[in-house]
């Protein structure tokens, strides 16, 4: 556990690791993208054609072309400047996607209301403070905008968890502790790198949206499909617990502005 370290210590590793870790990124993403994560983000999002979307912490851009490509207008942020070089890198210049170094905790420079739809695909667990991160994105939609954010599944995915295999390595169960703790952790994302990512309960995720003025339209815990199974089998076990988990929110100011008045 590192309780002292904040949002730049998490971004300065994730700059470092950026051009491995896009590595094994295609245009659907990595498999974890293509198998659990685009398939619920698509299903939630709907249609984009002629929405203004803003990708929030947008990495190396594979989910800003799709939008793009499927007829939004795509501004797309990332802290780390090199993940922006390797996303402009990548994409073609007839998609006009408006790509910057920026923080999602502090987007000054992009306006109120400026957006239809807001998607962060696995970064608020990556940023110190969601609860800032959270009052930005309601900012920048418009009214009756809606806020898609997927992250690493808060109740599965605790800064100490792991399987119990037997000796021979066969899988028992999926061990987790620390579910309480809140903040920072190392977690081992690619040979030897140590990222770090910032746990909160569940309660705590749920509660901060409310008090932001949220409300919540729905979640889903991914799952793989039929089709994903058959072509790659070994996702079997993720019928065993959720690694993700993804919210669909909206803004509505009449609901916010009764949420506000109350306590949570
Ligand atoms: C797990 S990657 C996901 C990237 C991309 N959304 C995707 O699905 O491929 C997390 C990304 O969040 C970015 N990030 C972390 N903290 C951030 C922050 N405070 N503001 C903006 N981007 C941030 C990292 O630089 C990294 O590119």
Redesign the pocket.
Known sequence: MKQNVG?EE??KR??AF?DK?SQN?TEQ??LH?EVF?NPTLFSLMGNVNNKKVL?????????SRILSKSGATVTA????PR?IEIALGRTPKDLLIDFRQ????DLINLEDKSFDLIV????IQ???NYEK?FQEMYRLLVNEGTFIF?ILHPCFVTPECGWEKTESGEKLHWNVDKYFYEGAYEQGLGDKEKMLFFHRTLTSYINTLIKTGFVLEGIIEPKPSTEMLKKYPSFEEDFRCADFIVFKLKKNEVTSSIISSLTL
């Open positions: 949002t998490a971004v994730w700059d950026a870790y990124h993403g990595d993208k994560l990708d929030a912490g947008c990495g190396e851009g594979y989910l942020v990332d802290y780390s993940m920026g923080n999602c905790e962060s695909n696995m970064v990556d940023l110190a991160a997927s």
